[in-house]
């Protein structure tokens, strides 16, 4: 499994704290873009596809959600609940984003601009993705 949890530096202050993040110290790509998913109702489910060459960083700004990630072989589902852990994911991982708490914010940094041609949505295409 590719995927795994960057731990974020953290300032734990009496006044609020505070995490932040350095692409070159951080965050295993440059980002090309951000977007963030959020106002999610109860039970509903985002993503549920893969990427051919997209990386991304994936972090629980605000509450908390679960991310399955399916290398094919094997499923791991990570829970964030902290905006100082981000989970990395490489490409041709499938992912699907649920339990959304209320009010949560998920952050999504990429590797590349938006490319519908880069998504796989299928699964069983998923599957066959670099076999050949
Ligand atoms: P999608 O990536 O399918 O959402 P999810 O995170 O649930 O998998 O994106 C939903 C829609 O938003 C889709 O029509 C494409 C559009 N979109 C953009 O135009 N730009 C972006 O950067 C992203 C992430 C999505």
Redesign the pocket.
């Known amino acids: 499994m590719q995927a795994y949890i960057v731990q974020l530096p953290k300032f734990e202050d009496p006044r609020g704290n505070l995490s932040f993040l350095e692409e070159e110290n951080h965050v295993p790509f440059m980002i090309e ?1 951000v ?1 963030w ?1 959020y106002d999610v109702p109860g039970g509903q ?5 893969a990427f051919k060459i997209q990386k991304e960083l994936i972090i629980a700004l605000s509450g908390s959600f679960d991310v399955e990630v399916d290398d094919g072989s094997e499923k791991q589902i990570f829970s964030l609940n902290r905006s100082y852990y981000a989970l990395y994911l490489v490409p041709g991982l499938w ?1 699907r ?1 649920q339990n959304f708490s209320t009010n949560s914010l998920a952050l ?1 940094l ?1 590797s590349t ?2 490319d ?1 041609t880069d ?1 796989i ?1 299928d699964y069983q295409e998923f599957l066959n993705f670099g076999k050949s």
Do not use: D, L, N, P
């Open positions: 873009r977007y998913i489910v985002r993503g549920g596809h992912r984003m999504v990429c601009s938006f519908e998504y949505r």
